[in-house]
Nanobody, 129 residues
Framework: QVQLVESGGGLVQAGASLRLSCAAS????????MGWFRQAPGKEREFVTA????????SYGDSVKGRFTISRDNNKNTVTLQMNRLKPKDTAVYYC??????????????????????WGQGTQVTVSS
């Protein structure tokens, strides 16, 4: 079992930056691919980004490429999402997720929410125009 707790959400203006963190506990953190997803009201859960077990491989959704950066610290069992140049359409609940995975790199499946085994409770990000 893995427990994930997100933090860092809030209300910001368009163009601002925000950093989300996800703290993991319960299992060997470096055995897990970590991902971030988001869900806006009335919309399906959307892939934001994922990072491989070592941190050497990352993947981003098209809507956040060039603005968001994912990183992880396997010594501190944390994954961070740095969000820059935020837009109102980034408004959503952001979820951290973990996938028990043996591969060294990401697979195409890591952009799908059903690939992940554990989820955090989510943190709200609201971007005003």
């Amino acid at each position: 079992q893995v427990q994930l707790v997100e933090s860092g959400g809030g209300l910001v203006q368009a163009g601002a930056s925000l950093r989300l963190s996800c703290a993991a506990s319960g299992r060997t953190f470096s055995n897990y691919v970590m991902g971030w997803f988001r869900q806006a009201p009335g919309k399906e859960r959307e892939f934001v980004t994922a990072i491989s077990r070592s941190g050497g491989s990352t993947s981003y959704g098209d809507s956040v490429k060039g603005r968001f950066t994912i990183s992880r610290d396997n010594n501190k069992n944390t994954v961070t999402l740095q969000m820059n140049r935020l837009k109102p359409k980034d408004t959503a609940v952001y979820y951290c997720a973990a996938d028990r995975f043996n591969g060294a790199r990401l697979s195409n499946a890591h952009s799908r929410s059903d690939e992940y085994d554990y989820w955090g409770q989510g943190t709200q990000v609201t971007v005003s125009s």
